[in-house]
């Protein structure tokens, strides 16, 4: 990297290898490269191409690049290696965008072409992180802040240059979170060589986090991944189908149907429900296990079925109040929750989802199917005997009415 223009000062560069001065082979050779990002069209530009974000990532143990195209409200990705994503960027600065914005670990490179292909690079210090490409490893490499995203911007979450809107803060994080808890389980629901992984969100709702889940898995991990959104609110699928024909995006769908009828769902690898409503999560955790699903994760939302029927003796200063039997009554509903899946076969963890300062319902349930796992005697019986301790007979029992318990 040519050390013109170091501690903020400006210098034209000429020569040298990649695009005009700037050792791009170099840049994508090293491990320092956090993100590339080439905009402001130039006549060469083909159709309706605005910008080209270049970043590291790692797809299945191997270090490549991906390249994304950005036209208005769509995108396309592919991943390449380094010598590819140079001379990529090579063949772009210049000819076809004007600016590339370069984040390194120790620098960031603000590189203006003028009309005769001279280069004018601006240098300033700035200390990172070393950069980690696995994205699997930390929430803010799944979707980073700087570089753009085209389903946030349609989403109004980010500009078109990348930044995150002040007021979108919370559903940016959100998003990161929820995928970082993804990249967890990923590897157990990895389709096989050539093959496709079927996930379904039940109970979508808007569907930031849809979206966001079918950009991990199809942009990041490089899978042929197919989505489907569910929802019983008709406004609310056109609205993400209306978001969805804005961003084409291959392998994404919508429906209107109830969770436990999901229209043209078969069979699903990943099964997702975020705040489904009190037994509605209940419902969704049933279907799931019907599908065989590898892995679940469900963000349980309001609890009330319980709240009225809950009796312990002897536990009555915790029932005699309102806001403290509201607690009880959520706190009883996910561990039996926990454990009717455990005793399906699954491998279940109770974890926080987002900060509290958001939003008091963020216990996550997350669910791994147990290598040749079926359905666990023991861990029925124990689901049997804590709900019988509270003398409460559950929705979830109906719900899983006809899976075997033993």
Same mark, same amino acid.
């Given at each position: 990297?040519?050390?013109?223009? #170091?501690?903020?000062?400006?210098?034209?560069?000429?020569?040298?290898?990649?695009?005009?001065? *700037?050792?791009?082979?170099?840049?994508?050779?090293?491990?320092? *490269?956090? +993100?590339?990002?080439?905009?402001?069209?130039?006549?060469?530009? #083909?159709?309706?191409?605005?910008?080209?974000?270049?970043?590291?990532?790692?797809?299945?143990?191997?270090?490549?690049?991906?390249?994304?195209?950005?036209?208005?409200?769509?995108?396309?990705?592919?991943?390449?290696?380094?010598?590819?994503?140079?001379?990529?960027?090579?063949?772009?600065?210049?000819?076809?965008?004007?600016?590339?914005?370069?984040?390194?670990?120790?620098?960031?490179?603000?590189?203006?072409?003028?009309?005769?292909?001279?280069?004018?690079?601006?240098?300033?210090?700035?200390?990172?992180?070393?950069?980690?490409?696995? &994205?699997?490893?930390?929430?803010?490499?799944?979707?980073?802040?700087g570089v753009p995203c085209p389903f946030l911007e349609r989403l109004g979450v980010m500009t078109a240059e990348g930044r995150v809107r002040p007021s979108a803060q919370a559903k940016f994080r959100q998003?990161?979170?929820?995928?970082?808890?993804?990249?967890?389980?990923?590897?157990?629901?990895?389709?096989?060589?050539?093959?496709?992984?079927?996930?379904?969100?039940?109970?979508?709702? #808007?569907?930031?986090?849809?979206?966001?889940? &079918?950009?991990?898995?199809?942009?990041?991990?490089? $899978?042929?991944?197919?989505?489907?959104?569910?929802?019983?609110?008709?406004?609310?699928?056109?609205?993400?189908?209306?978001?969805? /024909?804005?961003?084409?995006?291959?392998?994404?769908?919508?429906?209107?149907?109830?969770?436990?009828?999901?229209?043209?769902?078969?069979?699903?690898?990943?099964?997702?429900?975020?705040?489904?409503?009190?037994?509605?999560?209940?419902?969704? *955790?049933?279907?799931?296990?019907?599908?065989?699903?590898?892995?679940?994760?469900?963000?349980?939302?309001?609890?009330?079925? *319980?709240?009225?029927?809950?009796?312990?003796?002897?536990?009555?200063?915790?029932?005699? &109040?309102?806001?403290?039997?509201? /607690?009880?009554?959520?706190?009883?509903?996910?561990?039996?929750?926990? #454990?009717?899946?455990?005793? +399906?076969?699954?491998?279940?963890?109770?974890?926080?989802?987002?900060?509290?300062?958001?939003?008091?319902?963020?216990?996550?349930?997350?669910?791994?199917?147990?290598?040749?796992?079926?359905?666990?005697?023991?861990?029925?019986?124990?689901?049997?005997?804590?709900?019988?301790? $509270?003398?409460?007979?559950?929705?979830?029992?109906?719900?899983?009415?006809?899976?075997?318990?033993?």
């Open positions: 990297m040519s050390d013109a223009g #170091k501690g903020g000062s400006e210098a034209a560069v000429r020569g040298g290898g990649g695009a005009e001065g *700037l050792d791009l082979a170099g840049v994508f050779a090293g491990v320092g *490269l956090v +993100a590339l990002t080439l905009s402001d069209p130039a006549g060469g530009a #083909k159709g309706d191409l605005r910008a080209v974000a270049i970043r590291p990532v790692v797809v299945r143990g191997r270090r490549l690049f991906q390249i994304e195209e950005r036209g208005p409200g769509s995108s396309a990705h592919r991943n390449v290696e380094a010598v590819e994503a140079a001379a990529e960027a090579g063949r772009l600065l210049g000819p076809v965008f004007r600016q590339a914005d370069v984040r390194m670990t120790d620098a960031d490179l603000a590189v203006r072409a003028d009309a005769s292909g001279r280069l004018r690079v601006r240098r300033r210090a700035v200390v990172r992180p070393a950069s980690d490409a696995a &994205h699997d490893r930390r929430k803010e490499r799944l979707i980073p802040e998003v990161n979170r929820f995928l970082e808890i993804v990249a967890d389980v990923a590897d157990r629901v990895a389709p096989p060589p050539g093959g496709a992984l079927d996930v379904v969100d039940l109970g979508c709702g #808007k569907s930031y986090l849809t979206f966001a889940l &079918h950009h991990y898995l199809r942009a990041v991990r490089g $899978w042929d991944a197919r989505v489907t959104g569910i929802d019983r609110a008709p406004g609310v699928i056109e609205t993400c189908r209306a978001v969805a /024909r804005d961003l084409a995006p291959e392998g994404l769908r919508f429906e209107v149907g109830e969770i436990g009828s999901a229209p043209g769902v078969e069979r699903a690898d990943l099964v997702v429900s975020l705040h489904a409503c009190d037994t509605a999560t209940d419902d969704a *955790l049933a279907q799931a296990v019907r599908w065989g699903a590898r892995a679940i994760l469900a963000a349980p939302c309001c609890q009330h079925e *319980l709240r009225a029927a809950l009796r312990f003796g002897g536990l009555e200063p915790l029932l005699d &109040h309102g806001a403290l039997r509201e /607690r009880l009554a959520a706190l009883v509903t996910d561990a039996l929750r926990a #454990k009717r899946l455990e005793a +399906a076969g699954y491998d279940v963890q109770v974890m926080e989802f987002i900060e509290t300062e958001h939003t008091p319902k963020n216990l996550l349930l997350r669910a791994v199917r147990r290598p040749g796992g079926g359905p666990d005697a023991a861990r029925f019986a124990e689901y049997v005997r804590f709900r019988d301790l $509270w003398g409460v007979r559950p929705h979830l029992d109906r719900a899983f009415r006809g899976l075997a318990d033993a």
